[in-house]
């Protein structure tokens, strides 16, 4: 079978490997389609190489067909469609103890910290599979996972039917924040400096702003009455960003972070204490947000065909890296099976 493996710093080979058979309460599934996100182009600029090292097989974002079973696995046949919901928790941890076993403390996040889906079979525990019904192809499948983080993130802030909403960052997760925020029931904006961005997110019938010419505080008073945005999430990853996203937020309103920020970043906390804001953490899912973003899928409230805008075959997979770094790039995803 052929896999991609990350080799170092920008550097992705493909190589035959040969497959191996699936232990006890494993799977193995003949894989689709790979979505490429921000941590996997992290980790393809050497940033993650404490977790990754310099050979391994990545991706999570994911769909595919069982193909064999291993040895006491019950409930799932040959055949079935599946996505993975990629963590894999210890138990006994005190964060799994008080029923967080989505953020364990010894987390193995599947595709980063142990082998991923960017291989033609790919073998992983029972447990982490979630069925796909009919009516959602392979394809769109494969956003099922970034779908889930952006129904964590909105579920996470508590947001209301009527909130209003600022989304700083109109990238794959940006953009799925916004629309998952509207299908919750909250108007939404989406603070933007890049035009071609903003205009794929207008293109999906979303109301952007650019914080290059505009002056995004003056624009959300006047937008909410004077009060300030109900709930801000912070999805650009930039420090300019984060240093003015408490300025957005009414009193005792709410900072989803969301990026992944890879140092320390200025906040500043006397608008935090000012108007009692609250500051939240939103890292990755649980699986009823997977079942949320299936039926958001499903009805067809996910616009997949704007959002996918590039497939290349796995022996090119190197090239979609390149293509993602560019940022003109929504979703890229990678199939797996027609190569």
Same mark, same amino acid.
């Given at each position: 079978?052929? #896999?991609?493996?990350?080799?170092?710093?920008?550097?992705?080979?493909? /190589?035959?490997?040969?497959?191996?058979?699936?232990?006890?309460?494993?799977?193995?599934?003949?894989?689709?389609?790979?979505?490429?996100?921000?941590?996997?182009?992290?980790?393809?600029?050497?940033?993650?190489?404490?977790?990754?090292?310099?050979? $391994?097989?990545?991706?999570?974002?994911? *769909?595919?067909?069982?193909?064999?079973?291993?040895?006491?696995?019950?409930?799932?046949?040959?055949?079935? #469609?599946?996505?993975?919901?990629?963590?894999?928790?210890?138990?006994?941890?005190?964060?799994?103890?008080?029923?967080?076993?989505?953020?364990?403390?010894?987390?193995?996040?599947?595709?980063?910290?142990?082998?991923?889906?960017?291989?033609? &079979?790919?073998?992983?525990? $029972?447990?982490?599979?979630?069925?796909?019904?009919?009516?959602?192809?392979?394809?769109?499948? #494969?956003?099922?996972?970034?779908?889930?983080?952006?129904?964590?993130?909105?579920?996470?802030? /508590?947001?209301?039917?009527?909130?209003?909403?600022?989304?700083?960052?109109?990238?794959?997760?940006?953009?799925?924040?916004?629309?998952? $925020?509207?299908?919750?029931?909250?108007?939404?904006?989406?603070?933007?400096?890049?035009?071609?961005?903003?205009?794929?997110?207008?293109?999906?019938?979303?109301?952007?702003?650019?914080?290059? *010419?505009?002056?995004?505080?003056?624009?959300?008073?006047?937008?909410?009455?004077? #009060?300030?945005?109900?709930?801000?999430?912070?999805?650009?990853? *930039?420090?300019?960003?984060?240093?003015?996203?408490?300025?957005?937020?009414?009193?005792?309103?709410?900072?989803?972070?969301?990026?992944?920020?890879?140092?320390?970043?200025?906040?500043? %906390?006397?608008?935090?204490?000012?108007?009692?804001?609250?500051? %939240?953490?939103?890292?990755? &899912?649980?699986?009823?947000?997977?079942?949320?973003?299936?039926?958001?899928?499903? /009805?067809?409230?996910?616009?997949?065909?704007?959002?996918?805008?590039?497939?290349?075959?796995?022996?090119?997979?190197?090239?979609?890296?390149?293509? %993602?770094?560019?940022?003109?790039?929504?979703?890229?995803?990678?199939?797996?099976?027609?190569?």
């Amino acid at each position: 079978m052929l #896999a991609a493996n990350y080799v170092g710093p920008r550097t992705m080979t493909v /190589e035959e490997q040969q497959p191996v058979e699936p232990r006890a309460g494993e799977v193995r599934i003949a894989v689709a389609y790979v979505g490429i996100c921000g941590t996997d182009l992290h980790v393809f600029h050497g940033d993650m190489d404490g977790r990754v090292g310099k050979r $391994a097989t990545i991706g999570h974002e994911m *769909s595919g067909m069982i193909v064999a079973l291993g040895a006491g696995v019950e409930g799932w046949s040959v055949g079935d #469609a599946v996505t993975v919901m990629p963590l894999a928790w210890d138990g006994i941890c005190p964060a799994c103890r008080a029923g967080n076993e989505h953020i364990c403390q010894n987390l193995d996040f599947i595709g980063i910290d142990s082998p991923g889906a960017l291989q033609e &079979y790919w073998n992983v525990p $029972a447990s982490t599979l979630v069925r796909l019904p009919p009516e959602i192809s392979l394809r769109d499948a #494969a956003l099922v996972e970034p779908v889930a983080v952006a129904v964590h993130d909105v579920r996470r802030s /508590e947001l209301a039917a009527g909130d209003k909403a600022v989304v700083i960052g109109a990238g794959p997760i940006g953009v799925l924040i916004a629309i998952v $925020a509207a299908a919750f029931g909250a108007e939404v904006v989406i603070a933007e400096i890049d035009p071609t961005r903003r205009a794929a997110a207008e293109e999906m019938g979303l109301t952007t702003l650019d914080p290059s *010419s505009v002056d995004q505080v003056a624009w959300v008073e006047e937008w909410t009455d004077g #009060a300030g945005a109900d709930v801000v999430f912070e999805v650009s990853g *930039s420090p300019a960003a984060v240093l003015g996203a408490t300025s957005l937020a009414k009193v005792r309103g709410t900072l989803v972070v969301v990026a992944i920020h890879s140092q320390p970043r200025p906040i500043d %906390l006397q608008r935090v204490f000012w108007r009692e804001l609250r500051l %939240l953490g939103a890292r990755v &899912y649980q699986r009823h947000d997977f079942e949320r973003a299936i039926e958001f899928l499903a /009805e067809g409230a996910i616009p997949a065909e704007k959002l996918i805008t590039g497939i290349v075959p796995l022996r090119e997979v190197e090239s979609a890296f390149g293509l %993602l770094e560019t940022g003109q790039a929504m979703k890229l995803l990678v199939e797996v099976s027609a190569s």
